[in-house]
């Protein structure tokens, strides 16, 4: 096949030297791979099957673990460090975690495109990777519908909390309120005031998609966050 531009998300040792590694790519969506040598020390493809790395790949299969035939760089590594860097590490497991094997997913590509050259400017790292999660709960057709579960207005001077279920909002007083939720609605989300708001959006949407097994990088997120309180 015609090589693609892909992402590693993943990578586990398999056998004695390869690897197997889920890709991120343009056209297929999520895709297991098995990339033999991947795990010999010194080996090109251990060098080049790095997080962050933009590649090409191309591959042979036509059952669910593929085998990868090529591997070549298409540009640099992100160089991530500190936050931005378990920023990444977040995006590759819940894309690895929410993505159905070669469910195309175009726009989440693209999101996460954009999210790797975001994240070592902190002042665009929450507002890209925002978007980056919108464009995986989109292609799970699981976006939040902005309405009551019965398909009602929200009223801007209530406060609600997303319920899972209906992928809606219910009334509840120590929500987020109706006003704030509309402007995340209309899709601008740049106003600073929204960040605490969307993200708990978010999170709450992805929750029931991520399963009860906590999130390593969210782990690491919150030691980070627990050695600079104590420093």
């Not at 795990?39 to 085998?67: A, Y």
């Not at 094997?101 to 890209?128: C, D, I, M, N, Q």
């Not at 997303?162 to 992928?167: G, I, N, Y």
């Amino acid at each position: 096949m015609t090589a693609e531009p892909a992402f590693l998300l993943h990578r586990r040792a398999y056998r004695e030297t390869s690897a197997l590694v889920d890709l991120l790519t343009l056209d297929h969506g999520r895709i297991r791979a098995v990339a033999h040598g991947g795990q010999r020390p010194g080996s090109k493809s251990r060098q080049r099957l790095q997080p962050f790395t933009p590649l090409f790949v191309s591959w042979r299969g036509e059952r669910e673990l593929k085998r990868l035939t090529l591997m070549e760089s298409r540009g640099h590594t992100a160089l991530l460090a500190g936050e931005g860097l378990l920023c990444g590490l977040y995006a590759n497991e819940i894309a690895t975690r929410l993505l159905p094997l070669e469910l195309a997913a175009t726009e989440v590509f693209a999101f996460y495109s954009a999210l790797l050259e975001a994240l070592p400017v902190p002042a665009e790292r929450g507002l890209a990777l925002r978007r980056y999660e919108w464009a995986l709960l989109d292609v799970l057709e699981a976006t939040p519908r902005f309405s009551t579960p019965e398909g009602g207005a929200l009223d801007p001077h209530q406060r609600y909390r997303f319920e899972a279920d209906t992928r809606a909002f219910v009334a509840a007083p120590q929500g987020i309120e109706g006003r704030t939720l509309r402007l995340i609605e209309q899709g601008d989300w740049q106003p600073a005031g929204l960040a605490n708001a969307l993200k708990a959006v978010m999170r709450a949407a992805l929750a029931p998609h991520l399963g009860t097994t906590a999130l390593r990088s969210r782990e690491l997120m919150l030691d980070l966050a627990r050695r600079r309180h104590r420093s």
